[in-house]
């Protein structure tokens, strides 16, 4: 089942998917933002959201407001952020979920944890893939709002993403106070896609990410 609505924000509005957990006694919600090149409807999207699904969680997908015009030029941070905003607040609205979860794949995540950094409230926050610096360009790495960030967090990356350097990103959590779960996915990269020398498939990291979340989102408000 799934629900389809369109959401005001500002002088705009975008299209958003609720689709409720397909396990007995949904446990929260997770409203999921794509990355940079992404929509709501990509593959990465929807097989995240099916994993979470799988595994107790309910999901809001929806599209930022340049992929709503069909454009492929990212909007600005503050408009990134103001539309997550606007998307969550009608979803606790809405459904009255018993936790709330923000997040979302690269781009999608990384407007999360700066909207969890500037104060907004919500039980956790799901990280898939944080682009923590350009390829190649560790020197430009985007983490100074990280410490801000007070709720729970679980952040899922590849040891060969190209936008993640882990010794970086390891140095960047450690300056974090805030409970933060942080998981390699060993062979992974940006997508999670692993080599089939690895003796896994992306179906089986797909899975494993909905697990951990699954288990992780019972952990919230105890």
Known sequence: MTDAWSIPV???????????????????????????????????????ANALRANGLGV???????????????????????????VA?????RLKPARLI??????????ASMLAADGYRADGLLLLAYPLHPPGKPEK???AHLPHITMPVLCFS???????????MEKAVASVTAPWD?????????????????????RDVMDEIGAVAGRWATTLLE
């Open 182 to 202: 942080m998981r390699w996915i060993e062979g992974a990269d940006h997508s999670f896609h692993v080599l089939k020398s690895s003796g896994r498939t992306d």
């Open 141 to 143: 790495i985007r983490d």
């Open 102 to 111: 923000i997040g979302g794949r690269s781009m999608g995540g990384r407007a």
């Open 89 to 93: 607040d009608d979803v606790r609205e």
């Open 60 to 86: 809001v997908r929806f599209n930022f407001l340049y992929k709503e015009r069909k454009s492929g030029r990212p909007d600005p941070m503050p408009r990134l952020m103001e539309t997550f905003a606007a």
């Open 10 to 48: 500002g002088d705009a509005s975008t299209s958003a998917a609720y689709e409720p957990a397909t396990t007995p006694g949904e446990t929260g919600l997770v409203v999921f933002a794509h990355g940079a090149g992404g929509n709501m409807l990509d593959r990465g999207v929807l097989a995240s």
């Open 158 to 168: 590849g040891t060969r993403d190209e936008f993640c350097t882990r010794a970086l």
